[in-house]
């Protein structure tokens, strides 16, 4: 029996600057769920209204259907692991981790400094306190470090604790703000694991806030990508990526991003690149303007016009003007030599492209089905693009 | 080989003293000279102008203990001393919560509770002495409209001392207000946002739990600048009382023994008592400091 987190309308201003607006979000018992998105755009700030540190202006947050806005943080049954750890430095990190557990078990007077040593009945459950701060200090395999003080602890180690401090009290959700920026790219990766791991040991219900697309994209069992305070798309990882439903989501899923060819349709509803010429299946309006999106591993690349290893609707030769080595791939850039010069990312295996340099002349191909079509507002058309019959 | 690395050793070592001469030439000039012609002074009984001078050995700092005025100024200094800390500690830090927790009025209360600081204390003894006066003083006419009748705060040799210790806690209370507001504005934020996850959102909780082991540091720093400057008050007995009424202060002993009977050398002898006090309560407390520096 999981719990299910659902976000209704909500929407919130600083000083008259719509920060979040009208967002609307069902996450599902059990779900590991991403805010992803650039800075600032509002994603923090909705975590925030969740864990009860901030109000919202409008809308309601419910744990099972029930709200929990009238609650405070601690009463939520929500976890939440900060950005900068927010242990506390004067605390040993066993104590750190014990805290919400003394807050909760204790009443006022009987946790007071002092009086909490002679309060009737304060053993026994100081003494289940113990055990469960050892439990979960093992699962973390932190059991060692228990008697440090933060400061004396390197970045993963105090990751684990803070990690500890939230799981230390059996929560239904965890929210977690940005928890992996603060740590190098190694660890970053292991710790990621580790928390795809703790997610599916304990199967409580994760809202994960970061800006990192391949934490989100890797982590997350649905996505929901963020800009200026709204929800854009709210989907799985695969959807995102292959369907993306509208362009700000197309630039932002995909590294590096995704080639754009701005065009406007002529007086045949075609679309005209000088060197090719395609229409949709279904006719585009009369010179409506539209953008047609394409991944850079969706280019193949060959020195010869008839060489593609896979068949090709569409080929240009293009010049590569800037060349990166990934170790199993290169990344290129490239400016067709005839037509317009719409400049293109080109992401291809270095197994199957051995040579390439500076200042070569390459065959560019792709399939017209992966091309992506969005309309003048940037919305996703569910449009195919079919070869163009001359007029 | 051997001999080139012992010539460079050498050479290193004169070059390090060559550079550290100027410093050690100052310090030994500025500091350590005075204080050994003290501690001789201390063991003769110079008198200012004098021409001729014994050597007495210890006996000014066997006189000093039989010293009745002496003894009362160390007695009235530690009084002063046991309202002026905890108070001056406790208040300011009372005053830099609630000034902390204020928006726009913040820099006018920082304003306000640092005038006093600025203030020269001999001019703002003249306002204390009219406010406090028996008969003519503000103080006293609210005592008097309670019905709690008169007291003379600065002739009474009971009430003197706290008078004093209140005066003096009302210039430090601005300054020790300020370093705590630097240390409340170190605790970050999203300590407390966790502490509020974690339950701990009480008033009193915040503080007992957070804020003040938080502020150990500081607190040990204002701690030890109080102790030093209650330790070294003067300026209010001079202007107010002038020893009167039983309220010599440590310092005031030292100047009336040096400066009004020119007894230089059994001024020394109290001086090196002070510097030795302050040093013991200093270094205890530095001490202290040292072993709870193991912070983030």
């Keep these: ?391 | 080989m051997k001999s080139n690395r012992n010539d460079a050793e050498f050479r290193l070592a004169w070059v390090g003293m060559g550079l550290a001469t100027p410093a050690s030439f100052l310090l030994t000039v500025l500091y350590v000279l005075p204080l050994l012609c003290l501690l001789l002074l201390s063991l003769t009984d110079y008198e200012l102008g004098a021409t001729t001078l014994s050597w007495l050995g210890t006996e000014n700092f066997q006189r000093a203990w039989s010293d009745p005025v002496f003894i009362r100024s160390l007695k009235n200094t530690l009084v002063y001393m046991a309202i002026v800390i905890p108070g001056g500690v406790l208040l300011s830090l009372l005053v830099a919560l609630l000034v902390h927790q204020r928006a726009r009025s913040r820099s006018f209360y920082e304003v306000i509770y640092f005038l006093p600081v600025t203030s020269t204390m001999i001019a703002m003894a003249t306002v204390w002495q009219f406010l406090l006066h028996p008969k003519l003083g503000f103080i006293n006419a609210a005592l008097k409209a309670a019905g709690l009748g008169q007291t003379a705060f600065i002739t009474d040799p009971t009430w003197v001392i706290p008078s004093l210790a209140l005066i003096g806690l009302w210039q430090m209370i601005g300054f020790n207000m300020i370093i705590y507001l630097a240390g409340l504005s170190q605790i970050p934020q999203e300590i407390y946002e966790a502490a509020e996850v974690d339950g701990v959102h009480a008033g009193w909780e915040r503080f007992i739990r957070i804020t003040w082991p938080m502020l150990t540091p500081t607190t040990l720093f204002v701690v030890v600048t109080t102790c030093i400057s209650a330790f070294k008050v003067f300026d209010t007995v001079l202007a107010l009382t002038q020893g009167k009424s039983q309220s010599e202060v440590v310092l005031y002993a030292i100047y009336l023994e040096g400066f009004q009977y020119f007894k230089m050398g059994y001024a020394a002898a109290l001086t090196l008592i002070f510097l030795a006090l302050i040093f013991a309560a200093s270094s205890i407390q530095l001490f202290k400091m040292d072993k709870k520096a193991h912070y983030a």
């Design chain 1, 1 to 391: 029996m999981g719990t299910s987190l659902s976000l209704d309308r909500i929407s919130k201003s600083f000083a008259g600057n719509k920060v979040i607006n009208n967002v609307s979000l069902q996450i599902k018992s059990g779900e590991f769920v991403s805010l992803l998105g650039p800075s600032g755009c509002g994603k923090s700030t909705l975590l925030r209204i969740i864990a009860g540190l901030q109000n919202a202006d409008q809308g309601d947050v419910a744990l099972n259907e029930t709200s929990i806005l009238g609650l405070r943080p601690n009463e939520r049954n929500i976890s939440m692991v900060f950005q900068n750890y927010a242990l506390y430095p004067h605390m040993s990190v066993h104590d750190n981790i014990a805290t919400p557990l003394m807050m909760s078990s204790f009443s006022f007077w009987a946790r007071q400094p002092l009086i909490r040593n002679f309060w009737p009945g304060n053993r026994s459950t100081n003494f289940l306190i113990e055990e469960k701060v050892l439990s979960v200090a093992k699962s973390l395999q932190i059991e060692t470090l228990l008697d440090r003080k933060p400061g004396q602890l390197s970045g993963g180690q105090r990751q684990r604790v803070a990690l500890a401090r939230a799981m230390v009290r059996s929560p239904a959700v965890f929210l977690m703000d940005e928890p992996l920026s603060n740590l190098d790219a190694k660890l970053r990766i292991q710790v990621r694991d580790e928390l795809s791991q703790l997610h599916k040991s304990i199967g409580a219900t994760f809202l994960y806030v970061t800006h990192d697309q391949t934490e989100a994209l890797t982590l997350s069992d649905r996505v929901a990508v963020m800009d200026a305070g709204q929800v854009l798309q709210f989907d799985t990882p695969q959807n995102l990526y292959q369907k993306p439903a509208n362009l700000t989501v197309a630039k932002f899923i995909g590294s590096p991003q995704i080639n754009c060819w701005e065009m406007k349709a002529d007086s045949l509803g075609r679309l005209n690149q000088g060197e090719w010429l395609v229409q949709g299946n279904l006719q585009l309006s009369v010179n409506s303007k539209v953008t047609l999106g394409l991944r850079p591993e969706q280019i193949q690349v060959s020195h010869n016009s008839s060489e593609f290893s896979q068949a090709v609707d569409l080929r240009i030769r293009a010049r590569v003007t800037r060349l990166e080595n990934h170790g199993p791939e290169w990344i290129f850039w490239a400016e067709p030599t005839t037509g317009k010069p719409v400049p293109l990312t080109v992401r291809a295996s270095t197994k199957s492209m051995p040579k390439i340099s500076l200042g070569d002349t390459l065959w560019l191909g792709w399939l017209l089905q992966d091309c992506l079509v969005f309309d003048h507002q940037g919305q996703l058309l569910n449009i195919n693009l079919i070869p163009g019959s001359p007029a």
